[in-house]
């Protein structure tokens, strides 16, 4: 299932609860939340108390993206914060295998992250105990940038591995996703798409249909 995931860093943070519920309603799937500690990236974002402020805004998964240094300190205030689903940088965790163990049994859902120049090669012993992974297609940090195209090369040599091991594991892409390029990005293997400012720039609504419109070519 194609599944559209509106990144609330790019958002519109004065009206943050409103955005959220709207994105929600227009059809959304998840909602993608970038946590950042300044050590990781050079950014900072937010953390529990603005992932708690607006769970109540809606009813969808809270995706959140761990872009902080050994993110399994973090995993229980994560989900009382409100998380459905964590997903983690294999190159932030020196035990990636603990972080994912914690995440699961808090029992919620397990991604790993891997910047663009990451090979798939990491996962060898752990994609098979994760929900879903998140290919880079920036580099992160920041938003607006555009997108690597090498990573849709990766994508899809993923989804092969995948299928060789019998797996349904999603793939999630982050970094330059537009309406212009998610049909390569879908026929690529990839079937989650976090989109900041392609979603929150300009109508969100009408973006949020958009995306939800290409989504039911494919699936209509």
């Known amino acids: 299932m194609l599944k559209l995931a509106p990144s609330i ?3 519109d943070f004065k009206n943050l609860g409103q955005q959220v519920s709207d994105v929600s309603l227009a059809g959304a799937q ?3 939340l970038d946590v950042m500690d300044g050590a990781f990236v050079p950014s900072i974002s937010f953390g529990m108390p603005v992932i708690s402020s607006i769970r109540s805004c809606t009813d969808r998964i809270f995706d959140v993206h761990m872009m ?3 993110p399994g300190r973090y995993v229980s205030e994560i989900k009382v914060a409100g998380a459905d689903l964590i997903c983690v940088h294999a190159e932030a965790c020196t035990h990636l295998d603990r972080t994912i163990n914690q995440i699961k049994e808090a029992g919620l859902k397990a991604g790993v992250a891997l910047n663009p120049a990451t090979p798939l090669s990491v ?13 880079m297609s920036v580099n992160p940090g920041f938003g607006g940038q555009k997108f690597i195209p090498y990573t849709l090369t990766k994508i899809r040599e993923l989804r092969n591995l995948c299928k ?5 594991t999603d793939i999630q892409v982050d970094g330059g996703v537009t309406c212009d390029n998610i049909r390569e990005l879908i026929d690529a293997g990839a079937n989650v798409f976090v989109a900041g400012s392609a979603v929150f720039k300009g109508d969100a609504v009408a973006n949020t249909r958009e995306f939800l419109k290409i989504f039911e070519e494919y699936e209509g």
Do not use: F, K, N, P
Request: hydrophobic residues 50%; negative net charge; aromatic residues 4%.
């Open 68 to 70: 902080v240094e050994e």
């Open 30 to 32: 998840y909602i993608h």
């Open 123 to 135: 996962l060898d012993c752990i994609l098979s105990e994760v929900d879903m992974v998140l290919i």
């Open 164 to 168: 060789e091991r019998g797996l349904d």
């Open 9 to 11: 860093l790019a958002a």
